[in-house]
């Protein structure tokens, strides 16, 4: 079984940069799609980024040129890279496969404030 842990969340002023890391153990993380989530409280939990097996990449309009998600194959992680990052970016994110739904993990809380 699949287990995720994300990590990198805290508290940043707008304009700035964070690095979120998620770690996947429990085998076959090259096969999967990886994609990063977000929720906001009283909100749904969206897309907001992934990653195919192979490496394309896929964004909401609403992080389009300013979030880049990336993997690395050796490591079983995936990254989510974000930058000019804006109060309404303010979420617990998550990652997952889209396809395979593992448990999900804890998430890792970012808040955007000055």
């Known amino acids: 079984q699949v287990q995720l842990v994300e990590s990198g969340g805290g508290l940043v002023q707008p304009g700035g940069s964070l690095r979120l890391s998620c770690a996947a153990s429990?085998?076959?993380?090259?096969?999967?799609?990886w994609a990063w989530f977000r929720q906001a409280p009283g909100k749904r939990r969206d897309l907001v980024a992934s990653i195919s097996s192979g490496g394309s990449t896929k964004y909401a309009d609403s992080v389009k040129g300013r979030f880049t998600t990336s993997r690395d194959n050796a490591k079983n992680t995936v990254t989510l890279q974000m930058n000019s990052l804006k109060s309404e970016d303010t979420a617990v994110y998550y990652c997952?496969?889209?396809?395979?739904?593992?448990?999900w993990g804890q998430g890792t809380q970012v808040t955007v404030s000055s």
């Open positions: 429990g085998g076959g993380f090259n096969v999967y799609d």
């Open positions: 997952n496969s889209p396809s395979a739904r593992h448990s």
